[in-house]
């Protein structure tokens, strides 16, 4: 019923930017709070960002904040993550993630908040 596809990522080097992208079908976009997180190889999914289905708040993990902005557009059903000033730390697949939600201003930080993910995509930060 509702799908996720993510694009965006790449190889950059450090110091660089990224936007991603995650496409939703099967649901609008303002039915849903938005979250974006990653896994390294060896290491468990951790959050990194999230935007309440309303839009008015954003929270970040303390690692991305000031370099890292999610958006909405809700007319294109399509959430972004910008990432600016990334980091060989930032290497991992980044998934995107959404939560049907009746609040306008909620959002989870934990992957059991969300029931709907996408595939992931490749960043990769060279040194």
């Known amino acids: 019923q509702v799908q996720l596809v993510e694009s965006g990522g790449g190889l950059v080097q450090a110091g660089d930017s990224l936007r991603l992208s995650c496409a939703v079908s099967?649901?609008?976009?303002?039915?849903?709070?938005m979250g974006w997180f990653r896994q390294a190889p060896g290491k468990e999914r951790e959050f990194v960002a999230a935007?309440?289905?309303?839009?008015?708040?954003?929270y970040y993990a303390d690692s991305v904040k000031g370099r890292f902005t999610i958006s909405r557009d809700n007319a294109k059903n399509t959430v972004y993550l910008r990432m600016n000033s990334l980091k060989p730390e930032d290497t991992a697949v980044y998934y995107c993630a959404a939560a049907a939600t009746s609040s306008s201003s909620w959002f989870g930080v934990s992957s059991t908040d969300y029931h709907y993910w996408g595939q992931g995509t490749q960043v990769t930060v060279s040194s």
């Open positions: 935007i309440s289905r309303g839009g008015g708040t954003t």
């Open positions: 099967g649901r609008t976009l303002r039915s849903t709070a």
